[in-house]
């Protein structure tokens, strides 16, 4: 992503930089810290200084083979030791291996008396001595600043302090070197960030009683660097600063289909659900079965033999299992067996970062195959939205990378809930969007479902309804009305108009029959009618044939056709 | 530097010194000057030289040079500097203010 020959000059030599081993932070350095120079990392109290040193140096003899010096001005060799062996720094084994030395620098005032002119040879000396005795290669000082207690003469110290950077930088190890925040300034004494060749700068701000840890490189001499605001986390394996940059997109996809855990849904996708390992954003406002439907997938995922984690951050496990029993999601079964493990906790219990490091604990401890956070959007509540996408945007590759299907269901508020999602960037980090919603009405409100994305699957565009009945959420038929789809009592109404046309069409049906019918009849009495008149006046002419002697036998067709012509003026007709 | 004798010396003074600089060579001469002054035959005093014995500095916690360190009489003082201002010299080892054969 990024391209840091701004030289352009392939030929000119790049500024040679030491890695730093820490996840991320060489990433944003563009490859680590100036090599054989002086680093300040700065910060206020708890934000990790001594650590990232302690980290630097660890990984530097781990990964990179390069012996250590720290000389630690405010804690004990035992007790430093003792605070990072949480981490699994062994750092008594790396003394014993000759890749580590350790140097307890003590200043009291009360224990020294100034008189006359002096200097700091004596910590020259002592660190030139450490440095040379294992053939170090990098150097933490921590924190340099706590002589400025020990000593009066603050111009004797300034000049050392500067001395002492010169002669570090002479000797060609990397140092970093860390100071507590001053007011206003990245330091105290306002002398290190000038004298340094890089400075970090960490942060432990704390936003609506939320804490956050943020990294940032001020300065770099000579190089490119990433100018964020980048939320770090301590966890168990050390420092680890992820940004999102650094994220690559790499990993590997599955081709098989998952069921949402609802049959309704699975039909709206051409392919019947969808992929393993993708990530799925359900949405919707307050009270639109997100958390029916999250349980749905996940009780599908337990009854395919999968693990599934669930975390919720709004109800306990029990309230959970208990209310998904009402409409038919019986997760207890799976909880016993071990297949689901609910993780229940107030979002703003942890910072962002503590919370994603809690998830990928448990995730690498459960291995599931499916994960469902309820709801995405609590976390919001602990952090900025920048944040909260970034926290997600990691989470998010993490799972991906992992292969597991990832369901997150978000609540969102009212009309520009959409809107709302958009802006917050998670919308385009997954990969399927279910949008639920109340379809208000009137004067009753229904759910109604849709997808607004499905990458790489064909997908229904219209928008469902669905009902929570005890067996669960069921999608009921699309019933299009003149203004767009029908739901709830629409629906009803809308089925008993069409009932009542399809009566009335019936019986306008039979009325015509019914006419036709009289017509009918009407018709056949005519021709009854003219049949007997007619016979009648055959009658009468044969009888008067009859009566005239000699008269030839009639021609019966001659006879018919007047008989006809003498009807038809008589116009005797029945009504 | 001086002869350690069989009973040890009332006062026992250890000065940590870099080299040939300045600072040290004034601390050298003035702490040598008081001891003779103040304490004839009954101190001790080591000068080291951190550049020969640089292990010294990290086990005798040295920071600054030159550093005079009051080994005895207990308890352990510390003087930084090059030891020009007599008078609190002499306060800070706890000596009196006036040299006693004066």
Known sequence: MHNPSLAGGSALPRLPKAPTGIDGLDEITEGGLPLGRPTLVCGSAGCGKTLLGIEFLVRGIQNYGEPGVLMAFEETAEELAANVASLGFDLGALQAAKMLRLDHVHVDRSEMEENGEYDLEGLFIRLGYAIDSIGAKRVVLDTIETLFAGFTNESVLRSEIRRLFRWLKDKGVTTVITAERGDGTLTRQGLEEYVSDCVILLDNRVIDQITTRRLRVVKYRGSTHGTNEYPYLITEDGISVLPVTSLKL?????????????????????????????????????????????????????????????????????????NMQSVGVDLAPYLAQGLLRIDASRPTLNGLERHLVTLHRLVSEFRPGTVVIDPISNLISVGSISEVRSMLTRLIDYLKVNGISALFTALVSGREGRQEMTEEGVSSLVDTWISVRDLEGIGERNRGLSILKARGLAHSNQVREFEVTPRGVELLDVVVGPTGIITGAGRLAQRAQALAAAEAERLALDRTDRELERKRRVLEATIANLRTEFESVEEGLRRARAAQPGAPAGDDNAADTDGNTKAAPAGQRSV | MEPTTAPPAEYAFDLYVTGATPNSTRAVRNIKEICEQYLPGRYALRILDLYQQPHLAQQEQIVAAPTLVRVRPLPQRRLVGDLSDRATVLVALGLPPAPPAA
């Open chain 1, 250 to 322: 790499e990993h590997t996809v599955s081709n098989e289909i998952v069921s949402s855990g609802v049959s309704g849904i699975d039909a709206m996708f051409e392919r019947g659900g969808w992929y393993r390992g993708s990530s799925t954003l359900l949405t919707g406002t307050a009270g639109t079965a997100k958390t029916t439907l999250a349980a749905s997938f996940a009780l599908a995922a337990c009854q395919r033999g999968e693990r599934c984690l669930y975390f919720a951050f709004e109800e306990s496990p029990a309230q959970l299992v208990r």
